[in-house]
């Protein structure tokens, strides 16, 4: 019983009590006693009379990916640290308001960079491997990167991306590429972004157009998901 109790659990996700019993055709009393024992398991959380299924699996995965600095921290500091950089306070005002230092959240932050650099370098790759174009070089302070555009998005890359049967974007392209790769340009012309330059650009490229939210749940969603 317990255990097709919570496989349905599992499969319902979230739910209130007199929902999972009408499904189990089972009275309430009989099946709180259950739910009750897979709480203390840790197998369900309860919030405002609904039971949520926690996915031990998938969260245990999710932690030993990420980087042990997010064991140091709670749920709550980090969802703050998340909050605070997509919304672009700077880092010396973060540390008056949260526990961390200043080294700490400047190590936060380059992750999540290097997660959004690495995410839209994925797609990339799958875009360049339908219709493979050469890209269009850049130098920042001896630095080289290389540009991509497809569907009217800028991609970033370190390296030069080696792909067969390649072809020249056409002027109207490398006008548009110029367009957007000054717009987002001129927000890191800093001399302390040189080393991680590319980095920075995926950023400014990745936030344009997007507000608070939007860019809160894309970052939780590369980083947790």
């Not at 932690?63 to 600095?69: A, E, N, Y």
Request: hydrophobic share 35%.
């Amino acid at each position: 019983m317990k255990d097709r109790i919570q496989k349905l659990c599992k499969r319902l996700s979230r739910f209130t009590l007199e929902e999972i019993a009408l499904i189990a055709e089972l009275e309430e009393s009989e099946i709180k006693i259950i739910l009750q024992g897979l709480i203390k398991e840790n197998i369900l959380t309860v919030h405002d009379n609904n039971y949520i299924y926690n996915n031990v699996e998938k969260d245990a995965k999710v932690r030993k990916r990420l980087p042990l600095m997010f064991e140091y921290h709670s749920p709550e500091t980090i969802e703050m640290i998340v909050k605070c950089f997509c919304a672009e306070i700077e880092v010396n005002k973060i540390i008056k308001i949260l526990e961390p230092q200043k080294n700490c959240i400047n190590k936060f932050f380059a992750y999540f960079r290097e997660q959004i650099y690495e995410q839209q370098l994925q797609e990339l790759n799958k875009y360049l491997k339908e219709n493979p174009c050469v890209p269009r070089e850049r130098d920042y302070m001896g630095k080289k990167i290389y540009l991509y555009l497809y569907k009217h998005k800028l991609f970033v890359s370190k390296n030069f991306l080696k792909a067969v049967n390649v072809q020249n974007y056409s002027d109207e392209y490398r006008l548009e590429i110029k367009n957007i790769y000054l717009r987002s340009h001129r927000k890191v012309l800093n001399i302390s972004y040189k080393k991680y330059f590319h980095l920075h650009l995926a950023e400014q490229i990745w936030r344009y157009g997007k507000d608070f939210s939007q860019l809160a749940k894309e970052l939780k969603f590369a980083l947790f998901d």
